[in-house]
C-alpha cells in the first residue's frame, strides 16, 4: 500500500531526503508530481478554448472530427492584436484579457515545475541509473517507464493518454508486476513476455457476465426502437443494454443462476391464470385503467420526454451526449436519469483522480435536469424522486382525469404558434432542440420553448427571453390563458385555457443597452480608456448607481492594480450626451474621452 502524496511533501522533497528514500517512496513523489502536471494541462486547455470562443472561432469538422479552424500560436497572435489596436467586438475584450492572463499564469506555474520539483526528483533517478516502473492505462494494459526517468516511452500510447503510477510497484520484477495487476501486459514495452502475461483479463477476472459482447437476435418490433434490454441468456440478469451492432453490453452477472427451477404448486391451491402483455400507452395520453404500481413501457416514457423537447443521450460507443435515459430497474418500473457528456465526466474523472468511472463523484448538475424530468413527467405518471435528486422511478400510470371544459387542444395550440410565424420542434432526436414543442396534458398544454437560434452554443437567457417573448405574443394575440416558468433548458408555458381579453398592461419602461467604458488618469491630466462593456438603463435607473456598479464589477474582475480608486466610468446617453461618475457615485461631466 502506497501514501498519497500532496504537492506539499514533493516541494519539501530535497537531494538529502530524497537519498534516504526507497523507490516507492520517490515515485510516490513522482506520482503526486505528474498529476500536477495534468491539472496544469487540463486548465491550460479549457483557456485556449474560451479563447477560440472569446474571438468568435467556432469548431469546424475536419477528417470526422470537431477542432478549431487553426493553431493556438495563430489565436494568440490575434488574441493580442485586439488589445493591442482595439479591433473586435468590445463585449469579449475583457475575456480576451483575463484568458491571456490565465494562460500566462499556468504557464510561470509549469515553468516553476520544471526548475523546481521536476528536476529535483529526475537528478535522484539518474543518480541511481534508475529502476523498474510499471503504469496502467484506461483500457487495462500495463506499461513499463522508460529511460527517461518521465513516464513511459512506449509508441502506442497517445499524445493524451493518461498514466496511472502503480509507485507501490517500483523496484519490483515483471513477475510480481502481474501477480498485482493481472495478465495484461503491453508486448511492445515487453516483447520477451510469455504470453499467458500478455492475455489479457477474461470477462469472468473483470467481474462481469462471460455472456457480455455475445450476439442477440431481436424482434422486428424491437429492431425499430432507439434502445433495447434483453434477459442475458448466460447469466439470467434482466434488461441487459443490446448495443447497435445487437450485441448485449458489458454487465455484471446476476447473483442468482438464470435456470430457475418452478415449485410444484400446492395440491389444495388453485390454478393462477397466465400473465397478460401490458397494454400499450397512447403517446397523447395516459393509459386509463392501468393497475396502480404497472410500469410505463419504457418506448412511451421516452417519446414523451421528447415531444417534451428534452435531449435523449445517444448510445454510440464512440461519444455519449448529455441527454435522459429510460431503463427498467428491479422493482418492475421505469428510471430516468440524466447521463453526463462523456468529455465531462472523463474531465472529472482525472481531476478526481479516480481510476474508473464508477468511482467518481455524481454529476452535480444532474439534480437540476431531472427535477426538470420530474416535473414534465408528474402531469401523467406517479412520479419518485431518489438518490438525492439524480433519479426518478415512475412506479404507476394513474388513468387520466376527467377532461376540464373547454380545455386548449395541443393542435389548436400549435396552429396559434404556427400563424405568429413560430418553428415547431419535430420531437425526435433533439441533439440540436430548437423551436416549441407542444404537448398535450390532462388538464392543459405543455409549451416547451428553446431558442431557435440555436446553433451549437449554449444559449444564454437574452435568447429564451426572445424566443419565449415572440411566443407569448402568439398565445396573447389567439386569447389564450398561460403560465411561464423559465427553466434550466429553455422555457416552460403551460396553456390552461381561453379567457376574456386582458386589460391593456401598463407598457414597460424602455430598456437601453448602452456601452459603458471605464476611464483611468494616465498621469498628463488626461484619461485613457481602460475596459468597456454593456449595460441596461431604463428611464427609472438611476445613471449614477449604474455606473458605479459597472466601475466596482471592472475592479473586482481586473484588480484594483489595473482600475485604481480614481477611475471613473462613463455612458452615452441619447439625447443628453456623455455622462461620467466616480466610485462615490458623483456626477461628473468635464471628463474628457480619450480614444
Known sequence: MTTKRTMADVQAATPETLASMTPVQVDELFAALYEEY???????????????????????????????????????????????????????????????????????????????PRKTLLAEWERRDGWSRFFLVQDGHIHKGGPSGWGSDCHTLRYNTVLYWRPELSGSTEQEAVDALGPTMCTVCFPKAPVEWTRGKTLEEQGFCSGSGESVTLTA?????????????????????????????????????????TP?????????????????????SAAPGAKPGSAPTLMVVSRFLADAGFKRTTTT????????????????????????NLDDSNARRIAEGADDFASVTPDPHAPAY???????????????????????TLTALPAAPAPVKGRPVAKAVKEALGVGGLPLGAGSGLNTPRGCYAVQEADHVRIMVRPWEYSGKHFDQDDVDKATGAAETALK??????????????????????GAPAAPAKPAA??????????????????????TGRADFTPDTSITAALVLF??????????????????????????????????????QDVPRSE
Not at 519 to 528: I, K, M, N, Q, Y
Open 38 to 116: 495534468a491539472r496544469l494541462n487540463r486548465l491550460t486547455d479549457s483557456s485556449w478554448d474560451g479563447l477560440y470562443r472569446a474571438v468568435g472561432e467556432k469548431k469546424v469538422s475536419r477528417y470526422n472530427e470537431m477542432t478549431w479552424p487553426y493553431g493556438r500560436d495563430e489565436l494568440e497572435t490575434k488574441a493580442r492584436k485586439i488589445l493591442e489596436d482595439g479591433t473586435g467586438v468590445d463585449l469579449y475584450r475583457d475575456t480576451v484579457t483575463q484568458a491571456l492572463a490565465r494562460l500566462d499564469g499556468f504557464g510561470e506555474e509549469t515553468r516553476a515545475l520544471n526548475q523546481g
Open 221 to 261: 418490433d424491437q429492431r425499430r426502437r432507439v434502445n433495447n434490454w434483453v434477459d442475458c441468456p448466460v447469466c439470467g440478469k434482466e434488461s441487459v443494454h443490446v448495443t447497435g451492432s445487437r450485441k448485449l453490453r458489458k454487465h455484471k452477472p446476476k447473483n442468482k443462476p438464470a435456470a430457475k427451477t
Open 264 to 284: 410444484e404448486p400446492a395440491t389444495d391451491a388453485a390454478p393462477q391464470p397466465e400473465a397478460k402483455e401490458q397494454p400499450k400507452e397512447s403517446p397523447a
Open 317 to 340: 460507443p464512440r461519444d455519449i451526449t448529455g441527454g435522459y435515459s429510460v431503463t427498467r430497474d428491479w422493482r418492475d418500473s421505469v428510471s430516468i436519469t440524466h447521463v453526463e
Open 370 to 392: 431531472i427535477a426538470e424530468y420530474a416535473d414534465a413527467l408528474s402531469a401523467r405518471y406517479s412520479v419518485s424522486v431518489s438518490d438525492s435528486g439524480r433519479h426518478i
Open 477 to 498: 394575440a389567439a386569447g389564450y390563458v398561460y403560465t411561464r416558468r423559465d427553466s434550466l433548458l429553455g422555457s416552460v408555458i403551460k396553456v390552461t385555457g381561453k
Open 510 to 531: 424602455p430598456v437601453l443597452r448602452l456601452e459603458v467604458t471605464v476611464l483611468v488618469p494616465d498621469g498628463t491630466g488626461a484619461f485613457s480608456v481602460k475596459a
Open 551 to 588: 466601475l466596482a464589477h471592472t475592479r473586482e474582475e481586473l484588480g484594483s492594480d489595473a482600475v485604481p480608486e480614481d477611475a471613473v466610468a462613463g455612458v452615452e446617453m441619447p439625447g443628453f450626451g456623455w455622462l461620467y461618475a466616480d466610485g462615490a457615485g458623483r456626477l461628473l
